[in-house]
């Protein structure tokens, strides 16, 4: 079936630094891809996504683009601050699936001053 | 719009007892994913739900667990009786259309002593 896997955390950087948080899937249809971001204590929020290949997604400083030819969804931001500092989910979503949406395991994001 | 709102925020009951979470959809939305939280499994689609109807509970961990969405605006999921393991953080979350753009609630946090 139809899956995502995420770097492993934690990752921990300094205030400034370049980031990268590692997606690749696999599906068997055409799935839409997303970056959810979780804040302590609150539930996911979306953060970006891309629905077709070499589309790219951006947000709040955040950017991915989906590569059908290597399967991945890659996030990068080139400026992180301690802000940022959350727990970050790869996803796809494939509508021959009912649209319901499968998770990588979360990548934890610590940013230090 | 309030978001989707779920209860209890937290719940502490002892195993053996009946638990049931609580979840209003944003209004419009038509369908309704239940998630499970937790540091070993990561995040983990428990069913779903389309104009009402169960659409997927292959993730439903066994016959203890009960879902159910008897119109628009309302959804409970039922735990009888529950265990220590399922000691988890519980997400309910709703889409428009279907896509994968998922609007979470805050989640409730449930321990089973």
């Known amino acids: ?113 | 719009d309030a978001g989707v709102i779920q209860s209890p925020r937290h719940e502490v009951t002892e195993m053996g007892q009946e638990v049931t979470l609580r979840c209003k959809p944003i209004s419009g939305h038509d369908y309704l994913f239940w998630y499970r939280q937790t540091m070993m499994r990561g995040l983990e689609l428990l069913i779903y739900f389309n104009n009402n109807v169960p659409i997927d509970d292959s993730g439903m961990p066994e016959d203890r667990f009960s879902a159910k969405m008897p119109n628009a605006s309302f959804s409970t999921l039922k735990i009888q009786p529950s265990e220590p393991r399922d000691s988890a953080v519980y997400f309910c979350a709703s889409s428009g259309v279907g896509t994968g753009e998922l609007f979470f609630g805050e989640g409730s946090r449930l321990t089973v002593l």
């Not at chain 1, 948080?21 to 055409?30: D, L």
């Open chain 1, 1 to 113: 079936g139809d899956s995502v896997t995420q770097m492993e955390g934690p990752v921990t950087l300094s205030e400034e630094a370049f980031l990268t948080i590692n997606c690749t899937y696999t599906a068997t249809g055409y799935p839409s891809l997303f970056w959810y971001v979780q804040y302590p204590g609150e539930g996911l929020q979306l953060l970006l996504k891309a629905t077709k290949a070499d589309d790219k997604g951006s947000n709040k400083g955040f950017e991915a683009t989906y590569r059908k030819e290597t399967t991945s969804f890659h996030l990068e931001k080139g400026s992180v601050q301690v802000s940022d500092s959350a727990v970050y989910f790869c996803a796809l979503s494939d509508y021959n699936q009912g649209g319901k949406l499968i998770f990588g395991q979360g990548t934890e994001l610590s940013v230090k001053p």
